[in-house]
């Protein structure tokens, strides 16, 4: 079975760091786009940014210059380097990538479990 693992959130003072992983495991033959989404309480998923196979990446306005998003192809694993956070960064944070399964036959949308980031003095 397809899963998206997420680790890296936390608690974290304004103008910190955090890194945010997202390690794709089961059996699959390749993932294609990686993408990392948030979402407040009662508000749509937001696309925060996004990495192609080859690398190409997309940001909202709002995190331009402040997040970086990448990804390990070996390791089937994207990251989001998130620097100079504020509290309006506060959100539970998603992975989802496009997956061809090993044992399927096309490629399908998967999400992660979400890990809550936290932006407070």
């Known amino acids: 079975q397809v899963q998206l693992v997420e680790s890296g959130g936390g608690l974290v003072q304004p103008g910190g760091s955090l890194r945010l992983s997202c390690a794709v495991s089961g059996s699959i033959f390749r993932v294609y786009d990686m993408d990392w989404y948030r979402q407040a309480p009662g508000a749509q998923r937001e696309l925060v940014a996004s990495?192609?196979?080859?690398?190409?990446?997309n940001y909202i306005d709002s995190v331009k210059g402040r997040f970086t998003i990448s990804r390990d192809n070996a390791k089937d694993t994207v990251y989001l380097q998130l620097n100079n956070l504020k509290p309006e960064d506060t959100d539970v944070y998603y992975c989802?990538?496009?997956?061809?399964?090993?044992?399927?036959?096309?490629?399908?949308?998967?999400w992660g479990q979400g890990t809550q980031v936290t932006v407070s003095s």
């Open positions: 989802n990538a496009d997956i061809f399964p090993a044992a399927d036959r096309g490629v399908y949308n998967y």
């Open positions: 990495v192609t196979r080859g690398g190409n990446t």
